[in-house]
T-cell receptor, first 114, second 113 residues
């Protein structure tokens, strides 16, 4: 079953603008990971945030996690055309005892116009 | 991180046949997984590939349809058996590396006609 709901489902912005994607989930988690997928290819790991962390940065990416609201956001600053892709959040449920099983959200399709 | 390769990258198969997908990792990993991504959809976990024992399947997936092998800590195969058009999907393997991060292969795009 799908754990995560992402919004918006689709986002179109101009190059240079910031893009924000949100992910909500249903159960307690060990961690949450964000991935990028270009044109139905493999997933690229972007960032992992643990349940005891609130914010994490990696280059132009900023991820926040609010466990009380069971939600996370991914911010891409100064977007580029190459950021055009689908973005997925994935959670590892807390009861999974480090099995590594991930439950994916439905994804946000981002289009960055040059 | 880990470098993961999959073979084939894509295939077009006829209904009723079977296809075996290979996943190779450049380092030894404990946990390997197989996911399916149906057209326009998100990823769904098929099974955990266990080294030296039978795979652990998620609800809705059975061994007869998706037999999995894991002969060592760097390699696994997934077979899609007796295929139907509903099996047309991208199949991805992933590995769980240190620090809980999970990395994915490039995927195998399967079309069943």
């Amino acid at each position: 079953s799908q754990q995560g709901e992402e919004d918006p489902q689709a986002l179109s912005i101009q190059e240079g603008e910031n893009a924000t994607m949100n992910c909500s989930y249903k159960t307690s988690i060990n961690n949450l990971q964000w991935y990028r997928q270009n044109s139905g290819r493999g997933l690229v790991h972007l960032i992992l945030i643990r349940s005891n962390e609130r914010e994490k940065h990696s280059g132009r990416l900023r991820v926040t996690l609010d466990t009380s609201k069971k939600s996370s956001s991914l911010l891409i600053t100064a977007s580029r055309a190459a950021d055009t892709a689908s973005y997925f959040c994935a959670t590892e449920p807390q009861g999974s005892s480090n099995t590594g099983k991930l439950i994916f959200g439905q994804g946000t399709t981002l289009q960055v116009k040059p | 991180s880990a470098v993961i390769s999959q073979k084939p990258s894509r295939d077009i198969c006829q209904r009723g046949t079977s296809l075996t997908i290979q996943c190779q990792v450049d380092s030894q990993v404990t946990m390997m997984f197989w996911y399916r991504q149906q057209p326009g959809q998100s990823l769904t976990l098929i099974a955990t590939a266990n080294q030296g024992s039978e795979a652990t399947y998620e609800s809705g997936f059975v061994i007869d349809k998706f037999p999995i092998s894991r002969p060592n800590l760097t390699f696994s195969t997934l077979t899609v058996s007796n295929m139907s058009p509903e099996d047309s999907s991208i199949y991805l393997c992933s590995v769980w590396v240190a620090d809980m991060e999970q990395y994915f292969g490039p995927g195998t795009r399967l079309t069943v006609t």
